[in-house]
Nanobody, 119 residues
């Protein structure tokens, strides 16, 4: 099972980006998907999570600006980021906790995608 992230880049303050995290392989069910970020010299922090039932959780710093969603048919999660600020600059990682078709648990991270907010 592999996670592939895409959608990062350079954007001006106030701009938008949408990150994608596609999971390929024998996944039976996704339990929770999370987006995390890590800025230089800082610890990795949770940005947003979405549970199997669709419940969501956001860091206070992104509430009202970011939205997490998931397309179960495509095993793909998204992070829509609006009104971006320079302090949102970081490497963004997705994390998927799931159950494989074999019944084994699965917990993996994407490779990370750089988001830079700068004028």
């Amino acid at each position: 099972v592999q996670l592939v992230e895409s959608g990062g880049g350079l954007v001006q303050p106030g701009g938008s980006l949408r990150l994608s995290c596609a999971a390929s392989g024998s996944i039976s069910s996704v339990i929770v998907t999370g987006w995390y970020r890590q800025a230089p010299g800082k610890q990795r922090e949770l940005v947003a999570q979405i549970g199997s039932g669709g419940s969501t959780n956001y860091a206070d710093s992104v509430k009202g600006r970011f939205a997490i969603s998931r397309d179960n048919a495509k095993n793909t999660a998204y992070l829509q980021m609006n009104s971006l600020k320079p302090e949102d600059t970081a490497v963004y990682y997705c994390n998927v906790v799931a159950r494989l078709e074999s019944g084994r648990p699965f917990n993996s991270w994407g490779q990370g995608t750089q988001v830079t907010v700068s004028s």
